[in-house]
């Protein structure tokens, strides 16, 4: 059972700015009333500002985490879009080699990028979720769909299954004090959509949000997201990527049918969908191109035998799940279920 929490901020450093106050209150509240015990990682709270100058401060909390022999589970803050900056910082002397473990690692959005660092190593880690996102929600309690899935990993310390929640949540347009107390706008949800190829699959889930692994091949964001990432060998090897399940989930940017159509193409010439047993993707967020997607998705992979399974509640719409990744998964689409281990 999960005891002490360190939260970092990998990514961007909106935790620490006045703005989010009352959000962290209530987060660490929240923390608190399950029995935890909670910490920030010494650079956590300096501000977007500071954090954005010092990717060395950032990659120190992450490696001071893992050395903390009273640090259970590391929690990230929120994504953002630049963690691929951390990579000489952590790689270079082996600096996290030697000290990670098997403590519980959860984030996702931008820090999809830590996710693919620690599978480099042989770290399982945990996607779905970050403090800001979740544990700080403005209604009057965690949306229990995240709840559920937030409790069981700090009980047990794993996830065993995964169904579609009943319902999704609008995105929030505002955050400040005023929202305290306010529900978000909600809707039935679908479930697990099949969108081709047979129903059962299995494998070990690996991926995460698509904005950022398109960092790795393309440099639009930052001139040299290519060239670190290429240097440090982030992105997984067709060899590495042959029997796995790729998870793919969209950002809140919300990104229009013609640039999801070039990520998808990027994974492809990588040999990605040539690999994998399966395809698991998050419900986009608002369900923002949600048609468009599926269609491309279908398009652009262009293996009717391969699975691909929509809809999926993670990554930047909520509710969010918690997906174990380095795990061995069973997809079951006619029953609406993702059995782990």
Request: charged residues 30%; negative net charge; hydrophobic residues 35%.
């Amino acid at each position: 059972m999960i005891k002490n929490i360190t939260i970092t901020s990998l990514s961007r450093g909106t935790i620490g700015e006045p703005f989010v106050e009352h959000e962290r209150e209530i987060g660490v509240e929240r923390l608190e009333a399950m029995g935890l015990r909670v910490k920030f990682a010494k650079h956590a709270l300096k501000g977007i500002d500071y954090l954005q100058n010092h990717p060395e401060d950032r990659a120190e909390d992450l490696i001071e985490a893992y050395a903390d022999p009273e640090t259970d589970m590391i929690l990230c803050a929120i994504g953002g879009d630049d963690t691929y900056r951390l990579l000489p910082y952590l790689f270079d002397g082996d600096r996290l080699k030697n000290v990670v473990n098997d403590k519980i690692f959860l984030g996702f959005s931008d820090t999809t990028m830590n996710h693919l660092m620690l599978h480099k190593l042989g770290v399982k880690t945990f996607y779905g979720q970050s403090f800001l996102a979740d544990i700080c929600e403005l209604d009057t309690e965690l949306l229990p769909y995240s709840r559920k899935y937030f409790e069981e990993l700090v009980t047990t310390g794993t996830i065993k299954e995964i169904r579609p929640s009943n319902v999704w949540y609008e995105e929030r347009t505002e955050f400040d004090e005023s929202q305290i107390g306010v529900p978000r706008k909600r809707h039935e949800n679908f479930g697990f959509k099949l969108l081709q190829g047979p129903p059962v699959f299995s494998g070990k889930i690996l991926g995460g949000c698509i904005d950022s692994i398109y960092d790795i091949f393309n440099n639009e964001r930052y001139e040299d997201s290519v060239r670190l990432c290429e240097k440090y060998g982030l992105f997984p090897s067709p060899e590495d990527w042959q029997g796995r399940i790729l998870l793919l989930e969209t950002s809140e940017e919300k990104p229009e049918p013609e640039r999801y159509e070039k990520m998808l193409t990027a994974l492809k010439a990588h040999g990605v969908f040539d690999a994998v047993n399966g395809v698991l993707v998050g419900k986009p967020m608002d369900e923002a191109y949600s048609d468009e997607y599926q269609k491309l998705l279908v398009k652009v992979i262009d293996r009717p035998e391969l699975p691909i399974l929509f809809g999926i509640n993670i990554g930047h719409a909520t509710p969010r799940c918690i997906i174990p990744f380095g795990v061995e998964a069973r997809v079951d689409a006619e029953e609406q279920v993702i059995i782990v281990g």
